[in-house]
DNA sequence: TTGAAAGCGCTAACAA
DNA sequence: TTGTTAGCGCTTTCAA
């Protein structure tokens, strides 16, 4: 360690103890006006700056928490991230920032952050089924906060979005503005979100009273790689799907390229319906019609869960939702009869 | 602190004493089998794991790095966070995360979490023009590596793509397809990256005995909206330029979407080249042709980088260059007689 | 090889 | 109010 001044250094310069140097820059003491610019000047002189690792190992705390995300360069967990810094900054807290690629052992790797009081609580974020093996381990710490997409079985408080509500507006949209054959692509079936979109857009059919057909919907990965696939899929069945309502951008993006491919355009042969508002979502072409959440929202709520969990240690664990909201933009066209909405 | 053991616990349970244990955790000590059997037992039983701030404070080192980025919600600097973030946890170095959001006086914040030992190095990316006052912070410090954009002046190792080169290999390509008249979009003048492009867009002119027209070049932010901007101001010009070299990807979309609007096809009425190659790239209509810079090789490059100065730090700065590469989709069309190269 | 003990730099309880 | 001092938990020098 490039060796800096120490705070006793300090101390003897401006002829004060240790202690007092302490208290006054943790505020905890109000010096004459006099003795506070004669200490100032040394701190000034020296170039005085406190080791953080021994404030840390003193106090015991870090001041400190971990984000782990399945990766970064993911436009969603990217404006998750930049939400959560913003939060934390704001209250004087660092990010570290964890990258668990979806793999088990890495993710269970980041929370010996918590034992080794690295960080003094994690924001976890995982969208892989869990067998069990994560949950068992995410149970045995507190300080966590769960993001965007279930743990089941985890005691943690959790930060979603309100992905029953939003496939519940979305597919609406879509009925009212005259579809009546829609189709849903959507991610893993194991995954809470991809479990709630589908009762949303269930429940949406029922209300307009259109019949359930199990053919319409597949799930897979909330990737644009499926939502190509899915495309090739739907395109080949009779009669042929007049709107999809996929279960992210990503699928939509996809679905968008992999019917142009093949010869189909959107929204002139259907229409489609993204879910996350994510950057991108506004780039293509045709637009994406979507369903916002808005996952920056998510990333600061997430931090003020997890700071109210941290300071508050008998606080029973939440379950928040964060709002969504349908954004109409280009992908979505008015068919048949009925005046659109 | 939830307090957890401490060394000291796991060797009265071993029958040891806490040095002895310390150093066999280091790897500084082999004890013989039935005593490391009995230690680990203890560990084990103890669910012992060492507080990391007492271990740093202890060795002086945070194994810790910082990346300060001036937002992570855009794409490019999203991807060379997910490449730094690998190469230091494979090298088992944490990353903490800042955002500079263009601030000056955020930005100078971070670089005291050397001061206070934080952090062992800093990877740095700022994309304003600096008057100075960043460099001579900077300049006060070592184990910083700046990536992406200069900040001149300045005396860190650097990290950056080969800006002159990308830009005349993407010249030359629309030279090749027969484009004549290639306006030149770019972000702020004073920035190294949009100088350096500007000098490969002036070389390739100049090598296809072309003359350099300042009219066709157009400064302003790396942003999509003023992509929009420049399309408007493009487009009124007379002739129009059948080509516009965009210094972004963002400003390329931007620049897509406004010729779009002003009635403009690409690359019907004008072929655009981006620079970047950031995921949207792939998946705006027309796809853009680009230049490959890849962020992700920036900053893994970075780590590496930074370490080496860590470990040897008599090392003289570095300035390295990571390779670029035309990509061609499908926003440049041939014109004109020349064959396609 | 192993143990004892002195730091690392700061905070906070206790005294004065 | 201010100073003194005992930790915080680990590493590492110095003895044994």
New binding site residues.
């Given amino acids: 360690?490039s060796?800096?001044?120490?705070?006793?250094?300090?101390?003897t310069l401006a002829?004060?103890?240790?202690?007092?140097?302490?208290?006054?820059?943790?505020n905890?003491?109000?010096?004459?006006a006099e003795?506070a610019a004669r200490l100032e000047a040394a701190i000034q002189t020296l170039g005085?700056?406190?080791?953080?690792?021994?404030?840390?190992?003193?106090?015991?705390k870090s001041e400190t928490i971990g984000l782990v995300v399945p990766e970064i360069s993911d436009q969603f967990f990217a404006e998750l991230a930049e939400g959560a810094e913003l939060e934390a900054a704001s209250a004087n807290y660092g990010l570290i920032l964890g990258i668990g690629r979806n793999d088990v052992s890495r993710e269970i790797d980041f929370l010996r952050w918590l034992d080794?009081?690295m960080v003094d609580g994690l924001l976890f974020v995982s969208n892989r089924p869990d067998d069990g093996q994560l949950r068992d381990h995410l149970n045995r710490y507190r300080n966590i906060v769960i993001l965007d997409e279930d743990i089941p079985g985890s005691h943690a408080s959790k930060v979603f979005c309100d992905n029953v509500q939003g496939a519940l507006y979305g597919v609406r949209h879509l009925i009212s503005t005259g579809h009546r054959r829609i189709a849903h692509v959507s991610g893993p079936s194991a995954l809470m979100s991809a479990g709630e979109r589908l009762a949303g857009y269930r429940q949406a059919l029922e209300d307009a009273n259109l019949l359930f057909d199990p053919t319409l919907l597949l799930n897979g990965r909330y990737s644009r790689d499926y939502g190509r696939q899915a495309a090739i899929a739907l395109s080949a069945m009779h009669p042929r799907p007049d709107a999809v309502f996929a279960g992210s951008d990503y699928i939509a993006i996809g679905l968008i390229e992999g019917f142009l491919d093949l010869g189909l355009t959107v929204p002139g042969d259907l229409s489609i319906l993204g879910f996350d508002d994510i950057a991108p979502a506004d780039m293509v072409t045709p637009r994406l019609t979507t369903i916002r959440q808005n996952a920056q929202t998510m990333g600061r709520e997430g931090v003020r869960q997890l700071l109210a969990t941290m300071s508050h240690p008998a606080r029973p664990a939440m379950e928040i939702r964060t709002p969504i909201a349908l954004v109409r933009r280009g992908s979505v066209r008015h068919r048949g009869r009925n005046p659109p909405i």
């Avoid at 905890?28 to 004459?32: E, G, R």
């Fill in positions: 360690m060796k800096g001044p120490t705070i006793s250094d300090v101390a002829g004060l103890s240790k202690g007092a140097v302490s208290r006054y820059l943790n905890k003491l109000v010096l004459p003795t005085f700056r406190r080791n953080h690792f021994a404030q840390r190992l003193s106090q015991g080794t009081h």
